[in-house]
């Protein structure tokens, strides 16, 4: 035998004895939570900071208090939604014209509160009965 068939002959035995050899993977399950969370909470961070933002307009605030909603209590509902509902009144906002359907959103957010309040989840409105 050649010096270049002993090699390949030595490197073939070597290679089928590795292939032999089990080889260990690790896999685990990941929820598609943990793989969107990253880029949605950074929308969502976002979004929640436009609807902070969107509540703390002195003109938003007077349209609450016309409403009979308190704006304080209001702006703690916000903070107690989850990302998509954030999300959700972030996008309503967002397709609100400018100054024309800001009663319509403020109509919507009392609904949002009543029903809430109805369910039992909060207490907003001192009117309403919890079916809790």
């Known amino acids: 035998m050649s010096t270049i068939q002993r090699l390949i002959a ?3 035995v070597v290679s089928c ?9 690790h896999a685990d399950i990941i929820p598609t939570e943990a793989l969107l969370a990253p880029a949605d909470s950074a929308i969502t961070g976002s979004a929640r900071e ?6 703390e307009r002195s003109d938003v605030q007077r349209a609450l208090v016309g409403q009979g909603v ?3 209590a209001a702006q703690e509902r916000v903070n107690a939604m989850s990302d998509a509902e954030v999300a959700q009144l972030d996008g309503r906002i967002a397709q609100a014209p400018a100054g024309g359907e800001v009663l319509g959103l403020i ?4 609904i949002i509160l009543l029903v809430t309040d109805i369910l039992g989840l909060t207490k907003v409105f001192p009117f309403t ?3 809790r």
């Open 10 to 12: 030595s490197t073939l």
């Open 17 to 25: 004895t590795l292939m032999s050899v089990p080889m260990r993977a």
């Open 50 to 55: 436009r609807v902070q933002a969107f509540f």
């Open 70 to 72: 308190d704006a304080q």
């Open 107 to 110: 109509f919507t957010i009392f």
């Open 129 to 131: 009965r919890s079916v």
